[in-house]
T-cell receptor
Framework: NAGVMQNPRHLVRRRGQEARLRCSPMKGHSHVYWYRQLPEEGLKFMVYLQKENIIDESGMPKERFSAEFPKEGPSILRIQQVVRGDSAAYFC????????????FGEGSRLTVL | GQQVMQIPQYQHVQEGEDFTTYCNSSTTLSNIQWYKQRPGGHPVFLIQLVKSGEVKKQKRLTFQFGEAKKNSSLHITATQTTDVGTYFCAGLWDTGGFKTIFGAGTRLFVKA
């Protein structure tokens, strides 16, 4: 049973480019969370999605960031016109459903903006 | 908004010493979870506490949930070098749309 799959594991972008991070949840999981982690810091909540629906995006910057979880395919976190401050590890986690407890994390996508 | 405060930020111990990290919320939690993240790794679920006053043990790890469901602690007895990493508490609130909010974490260093 494959775990949460994230790709790419490492991504390098120049300022102004776009970054697309993908997350395939565990089989049978319909809920996806995205968290951002700066070096030596904690996990900052960004967005919580269900298939075709954004449940809570209160942690997402209003500009340049968007997330989706289509009916078919992985969840995607999209960062447009990246800046150096976007450099971080982006973790995706999945769960079976609301208030179901344990989050299963992927290995993260590490974005470096030059 | 909902948040959990976690202390200490760092803890250096000699192998064999005990270690405790604490989490506190200003509002009542639905449940609290604990995760461990090894350096360079991803968070891994350790346990979930749901009931007021709940105490759970996993070998040398003891987890507690306060009576008011506003605070929690993780205690490690006789630390080992394999305990190195960052320990995060994560809270869930009934009124928070069931999003899981993480504390800042306590980074544990163990000296052999």
């Amino acid at each position: 049973n494959a775990g949460v799959m994230q790709n790419p594991r490492h991504l390098v972008r120049r300022r102004g480019q776009e970054a697309r991070l993908r997350c395939s949840p565990m089989k049978g999981h319909s809920h996806v969370y995205w968290y951002r982690q700066l070096p030596e810091e904690g996990l900052k909540f960004m967005v919580y999605l269900q298939k075709e629906n954004i449940i809570d995006e209160s942690g997402m910057p209003k500009e340049r960031f968007s997330a989706e979880f289509p009916k078919e395919g992985p969840s995607i976190l999209r960062i447009q016109q990246v800046v150096r401050g976007d450099s971080a590890a982006y973790f995706c986690a999945s769960s079976p459903g609301l208030a179901s407890g344990e989050l299963f994390f992927g290995e993260g996508s590490r974005l470096t903006v030059l | 908004g909902q948040q959990v405060m976690q202390i200490p930020q760092y803890q250096h111990v000699q192998e064999g010493e005990d270690f405790t990290t604490y989490c506190n919320s200003s509002t009542t939690l639905s449940n609290i979870q604990w995760y461990k993240q090894r350096p360079g790794g991803h968070p891994v679920f350790l346990i979930q506490l749901v009931k007021s006053g709940e105490v759970k043990k996993q070998k040398r790890l003891t987890f507690q949930f306060g009576e008011a469901k506003k605070n929690s602690s993780l205690h490690i007895t006789a630390t080992q070098t394999t305990d190195v990493g960052t320990y995060f508490c994560a809270g869930l609130w009934d009124t928070g749309g069931f999003k899981t909010i993480f504390g800042a974490g306590t980074r544990l260093f163990v000296k052999a």
